[in-house]
T-cell receptor
Framework: DTEVTQTPKHLVMGMTNKKSLKCEQH?????MYWYKQKAKKPPELMFVYSYEKLSINESVPSRFSPECPNSSLLNLHLHALQPEDSALYLCASSQTPGAGGASNEQFFGPGTRLTVL | AQSVTQLDSHVSVSEGTPVLLRCNYS??????LFWYVQHPNKGLQLLLKYTSAATLVKGINGFEAEFKKSETSFHLTKPSAHMSDAAEYFCVVNGGTYKYIFGTGTRLKVLA
């Protein structure tokens, strides 16, 4: 199974709402990523989890709160978002760097299209 | 430091003609290089990867790329374009860390 799943596919929320995005993989990858992608731009890294611990936070505002409850799941909790946060949110997973010479490509989910009103 | 430059933001080809999408990279280490394709409102799909084995890499859907260290290039080619190839293509470099450096993307348009 080389699939990364994300739910929901689409999400519309107001600026006062609290919502969560979910991501799941069963490839045994111990690195998981959240990216934000605006239209006609490449994905921008937000967070990296390695072995369920937050490894990288690219100075993301605190209204985005990641969580990695176990090695297969990654959540992104959203609260008090702004309209400029509207984007496609992509989850990815990979082997950890230097993992015994394993191939290090990232596997991406289909994304959640988020609209903040 | 690593960087990647996609030399064309837009490429248009006629169906059945060859495709060339250009990518140059900069890396202090022996890098891994990837090409991903993204169709509208979809996630990224891996086309092919270079990880220091063969310099000519074959991928899915008839795509291939050649790693040229002397030119620091990793151009993506396909002999004959299909309408379904119309999409955004990203060249990505990784130096063995958690950071994957994305190019700005090339939008491929295929004309009937």
């Amino acid at each position: 199974d080389t699939e990364v799943t994300q739910t929901p596919k689409h999400l519309v929320m107001g600026m006062t709402n609290k919502k969560s995005l979910k991501c799941e993989q069963h490839m045994g990858h111990r690195a998981m990523y959240w990216y934000k992608q605006k239209a006609k731009k490449p994905p921008e890294l937000m967070f990296v989890y390695s072995y369920e611990k937050l490894s990288i936070n690219e100075s993301v505002p605190s209204r985005f709160s990641p969580e990695c409850p176990n090695s297969s799941l990654l959540n992104l909790h959203l609260h008090a978002l702004q309209p400029e946060d509207s984007a496609l949110y992509l989850c990815a997973s990979s082997q950890t760097p230097g993992a015994g010479g394993a191939s290090n490509e990232q596997f991406f989910g289909p994304g959640t299209r988020l609209t903040v009103l | 430091a690593q960087s990647v430059t996609q030399l064309d933001s837009h490429v248009s080809v006629s169906e059945g003609t060859p495709v060339l999408l250009r990518c140059n990279y900069s890396s202090s280490y022996s890098p891994s290089l990837f090409w991903y394709v993204q169709h509208p409102n979809k996630g990224l799909q891996l086309l092919l990867k270079y990880t220091s084995a063969a310099t000519l890499v074959k991928g899915i859907n008839g795509f291939e790329a050649e790693f040229k260290k002397s030119e620091t290039s990793f151009h993506l080619t396909k002999p004959s374009a299909h309408m379904s190839d119309a999409a955004e293509y990203f060249c990505v470099v990784n130096g063995g860390t958690y950071k994957y450096i994305f190019g700005t993307g090339t939008r491929l348009k295929v004309l009937a």
